[in-house]
Nanobody, 119 residues
């Protein structure tokens, strides 16, 4: 059975940093794009960042560009370094994986990790 497990969430003051991790198990994600989405209270889930197989390329939502960095150190582990955090970054962050290059569809989701930024 496939599992994506996020960790690293928590409470941080505005301007601070957090690093999220996602460890996948149950299969090898060599050919999958992996990424992060988030969902704030009362809002729809939105795309944050993605990284293609072997870390060849990355893509970010405009709202996080220049502040967040996605990386991948093997087929099954992906990270999200979040700097200069803002109150509006408060959300549950979900790890995702799919063979679709742009993560327009998602076959695998993690359970989510809460990030709370206090202003």
């Amino acid at each position: 059975q496939v599992h994506l497990v996020e960790s690293g969430g928590g409470l941080v003051q505005a301007g601070g940093s957090l690093r999220l991790s996602c460890a996948a198990s149950g299969r090898t994600f060599t050919w999958h794009t992996m990424g992060w989405f988030r969902q704030a209270p009362g809002k729809e889930r939105e795309f944050v960042a993605r990284v293609t197989p072997r870390g060849a390329s990355t893509y970010y939502a405009d709202s996080v560009k220049g502040r967040f960095t996605i990386s991948r150190d093997n087929a099954n582990t992906v990270y999200l370094q979040m700097n200069s955090l803002k109150a509006e970054d408060t959300a549950v962050y979900y790890c995702a994986a799919d063979l679709n290059y742009q993560l327009e569809t998602v076959d695998y989701w993690g359970q989510g990790t809460q990030v709370t930024v206090s202003s």
